[in-house]
């Protein structure tokens, strides 16, 4: 088994919480911004990547 370090965060912003909506079999599930630490970054790095990215991403929706 192969492990690979991650970093998540918690953004929250008038009283809600960011999170990721996602689908699997037929499921639904929330899951925290963040994303896997590649070779030679940092977990700030990573983290600041990721939610970056996610936030260019993101859509408004109703919780």
Not at 9 to 31: C, H, Q
Request: neutral net charge.
């Amino acid at each position: 088994m192969i492990t690979r370090n991650s970093a998540k965060a918690l953004i929250i912003d008038n009283k809600r919480l960011l999170t990721i909506k996602l689908y699997e079999n037929n499921e639904t599930y929330f899951i925290l911004p963040g994303g896997g630490q590649e070779p030679g970054e940092n977990l700030h790095e990573t983290l600041k990547e990721n939610v970056e990215k996610r936030q260019a991403q993101r859509l408004p929706s109703e919780i």
